[in-house]
């Protein structure tokens, strides 16, 4: 296996960011704090790096013609801790009082647009109440993920009892803000075969990392060597929203990048083969080497195939780019689709082809879908749902052979000896961690073939770091349980959690976890790292898909999920972030009330 997704044309992606200066004076410095001093090279010749070399001039309001100011409401108006979405006339924004102080930012999510009046105020920042990224009120930058771009942020004042806006009429149009990033070293001093961050993958965690490095004013060169075809795109759209086309799926446009800061230049060359971590040195299939002084390794995972009979028939796909799932849905237009595995992309393609298809079926070898991840009444819930919506389930049960007819896909035969059939098959049996290549590299790897790395995102080797979903990593929710989670949210944390270590900022990861899945309109959103759960507390109606679930162990919540319950998730995950324990018994008794049940569990202001 080589060090990127296993795809016939590689490329190598050369990130070099440069930001015009009069583009430098539009964004605030990120509050993040001065990373330490760190010693790098460039052509052989040590230097030091500080972020003092990049200083940024703020002011957010050069074009006058560009701002508006409004008075939105009454000081009277807003409690502490509370949100309320105001109109400028020519746009919206957030408002939000905490601890008497008042702040405006974008009001919507900038990753998929949930307003943001919806979610969790907590300490100082924002959680969405779809997918858990959060914002911070003080200075609108992301802080978790899903998304890249942060909030813009908006100016307050108070004049005779009323509360005034200053804001930007572009940033209200646009609801996002992409943090200043460091000016690149002229590529003239680049020797072609060294880099100084090498990163293998260009998935959330690389990109993320690579975006990070720019954004805290590391000037060196950055390569992202990576298999795919594409700029690195929003892949969970590949199973939830399966026709894709570029301007709907990619995280940063070719045309975007450069008033961004960011230039982006390929060459072809062959994928990652070795890493001779003595040397410092990629080693591609082709024999091309590049030498690095940190590396990043974000491979992903590599679907599982199929092993019977005909597996090797046309019109069977693991969807892994936008071509398969652009193929799968020319396919089953009005034709047969199976699907194996009850998987998120499993069920997810199954969502989506029930309009498209003449007919959809599941092939799973457990007897409910989901029963580990949800538990056995939640997955009986969903299959209910896809049920009533044409899917048909062959459960207990696993695929005999692939039979075709003039080489194309025509039957699926099951091992119960159902035959199914078929024009067009997804697989969805789940996935290995692309590492193989790092086999006699030195690194650590696990039994299952995970990079195992410290809450540093660090492997074993200094200078080594490995993100996304080819780790196990400590999580803090579950006592530093090392633990591999295979979730979009998490690639983009570890990837931000490597560049500020590859900076010596000694930052150690402490997420809580955070995902979700659609189908027929629908949403299930999920908080926390439930494995090994041995209870679940309900409230609500499962038959009626308007619940939350409480995942518990030993008398703790360790996970919660919900349908048509928000933003409970979101709050959930505010607790667990702070690190507060939730009760069992707190939940039983909320629950036991109904709505007017003890809820301090929530606000912190219980025992």
């Known amino acids: 296996m080589g060090g990127c997704f296993s795809k016939p044309k590689p490329v190598e992606v050369k990130i070099e960011v440069v930001l015009p200066e009069k583009e430098r004076a539009k964004e605030e410095m990120s509050p993040n704090g001065k990373a330490s001093p760190l010693v790098y090279k460039v052509n052989g010749t040590a230097r030091h790096y500080h972020l003092e070399e990049h200083p940024i001039t703020i002011n957010p309001y050069q074009n006058v013609k560009d701002v508006v100011e409004a008075s939105v409401c009454h000081v009277k108006d807003l409690e502490n801790g509370q949100m309320r979405e105001v109109d400028l006339g020519c746009g919206k924004a957030l408002l939000i009082k905490e601890n008497g102080d008042y702040y405006a930012m974008g009001h919507k999510c900038p990753h998929y647009g949930a307003p943001l009046v919806k979610g969790v105020l907590s300490k100082g920042r924002v959680r969405c109440p779809w997918h858990g990224a959060c914002f911070s009120i003080g200075t609108g930058d992301i802080e978790d993920f899903p998304g890249l771009d942060s909030l813009p942020k908006f100016q307050v004042k108070i004049e005779k009892e009323k509360v005034y806006i200053r804001a930007s009429k572009q940033a209200l ?10 000016k690149c070293i002229s590529l003239s001093n680049y020797n072609i075969s060294s880099t100084n961050v090498l990163i293998i993958g260009a998935g959330a965690a690389g990109l993320v990392c690579a975006e990070t490095l720019r954004q805290e004013g590391f000037s060196d060169r950055i390569v992202m060597c990576t298999m795919d075809r594409h700029l690195p795109y929003d892949r969970p759209k590949l199973s939830k929203v399966c026709i894709i086309q570029n301007v709907s799926y990619s995280y940063r446009t070719a045309t975007g990048l450069p008033s961004q800061g960011v230039s982006l230049t390929g060459q072809w060359v062959s994928q990652v083969a070795a890493v001779d971590i003595k040397n410092k040195i990629a080693v591609f299939k082709d024999g091309f080497k590049m030498d690095y002084n940190k590396l990043l390794i ?12 005909g597996k090797e028939v046309e019109n069977v796909f693991n969807i892994r780019t936008p071509e398969d799932a652009n193929r799968v849905v020319k396919l089953a237009s009005s034709k047969n689709a199976v699907i194996v595995g009850a998987s998120f992309l499993g069920m997810e393609v199954a969502a989506y082809l029930t309009e498209k298809a003449h007919s959809v079926s599941v092939v799973e070898l457990e007897e409910v879908p989901f029963k580990k991840f949800f538990g056995e009444k939640v997955g009986q819930a969903l299959m209910k749902m896809f049920e009533n919506n044409r899917v048909k389930f062959y459960m207990q049960t696993e695929v005999s052979e692939l039979r075709e007819q003039e080489g194309k896909l025509k039957e699926v035969v099951l091992k119960s000896g159902k035959v199914l059939r078929a024009d067009v098959c997804v697989i969805g049996i789940g996935a290995s961690p692309a590492t193989g290549f790092l086999k006699q590299s030195g690194i650590n790897i696990d039994s299952k073939g995970f990079i195992v790395v410290n809450k540093m995102m660090q492997t074993n080797i200094p200078g080594v770091f490995a993100a996304g979903d080819a780790v196990t990593f400590p999580l803090a929710l579950r006592n530093n349980k090392k633990v591999n989670i295979p979730h979009w949210q998490m690639a983009h944390m570890h990837g931000r959690i490597a560049a500020l270590n590859m900076l010596a900022h000694g930052t150690e990861i402490s997420t809580v976890p955070y995902l979700w899945t659609a189908v027929f309109g629908k949403s299930l959103r999920y908080a926390g790292h439930g494995e090994g759960f041995d209870d679940v507390v309900f409230q609500g109606d499962l038959d009626e898909l308007k619940f939350v679930a409480f995942y518990t162990k ?17 709050k959930v995950a505010e607790v667990m972030a702070s690190g507060r324990a939730i009760r069992k018994r707190d939940v039983e008794l909320f629950v036991r009330h109904g709505k007017t049940g003890d809820m301090s569990w929530l606000t912190g202001k219980g025992s």
Do not use: H
Not at 298 to 309: E, F, M, Q, V
Not at 554 to 568: G, K, L, R, T
């Open 554 to 570: 030993n008398e703790e919540v360790i996970a919660v999920a919900s349908m048509n319950y928000d933003p409970i998730v979101s």
């Open 173 to 182: 149009l646009t609801q996002r803000r992409t943090k200043v990033m460091a």
């Open 298 to 309: 974000a491979t992903g995972n590599t679907p599982k195939a199929l092993s019977c009979k």
